[in-house]
Nanobody
Framework: QVQLVESGGGLVQAGGSLRLSCAASGMISNSNTMGWYRQAPGKQRELVASIRTDGYTNLADSVKGRFTISRDNAKNTVYLQMNSLKPEDTAVYYC???????????WGQGTQVTVSS
């Protein structure tokens, strides 16, 4: 029904940057929320950032000032620009989309981000 494909993960040194992309296809409504979650080994999955079609954004306190979320509604694509990366940012990052009257969630397969010291 909805497919999410992430790209842009990789290995970087502390202080470096990465740009993640997530392209959505399928039964996508004109009003939805797309965002990024991450999960590190031994840690709970946490919301990193989200953005609605009207432009409202939400960022975790730990990434404010370093990460920026944006989207291209025409392409149904969300981006996460990650600057000043820290080793504690190391995790699998999952793209998420929520839509519809029942607020159903859809998930990508995840992309690994590794930040070395």
């Amino acid at each position: 029904q909805v497919q999410l494909v992430e790209s842009g993960g990789g290995l970087v040194q502390a202080g470096g940057s990465l740009r993640l992309s997530c392209a959505a296809s399928g039964m996508i409504s004109n009003s939805n929320t797309m965002g990024w979650y991450r999960q590190a080994p031994g840690k709970q999955r946490e919301l990193v950032a989200s953005i609605r079609t009207d432009g409202y954004t939400n960022l975790a306190d730990s990434v404010k000032g370093r990460f920026t979320i944006s989207r291209d509604n025409a392409k149904n694509t969300v981006y996460l620009q990650m600057n000043s990366l820290k080793p504690e940012d190391t995790a699998v990052y999952y793209c998420n989309l929520v839509r519809g009257a029942m607020y159903r969630s859809y998930w990508g397969q995840g992309t690994q981000v590794t930040v070395s010291s």
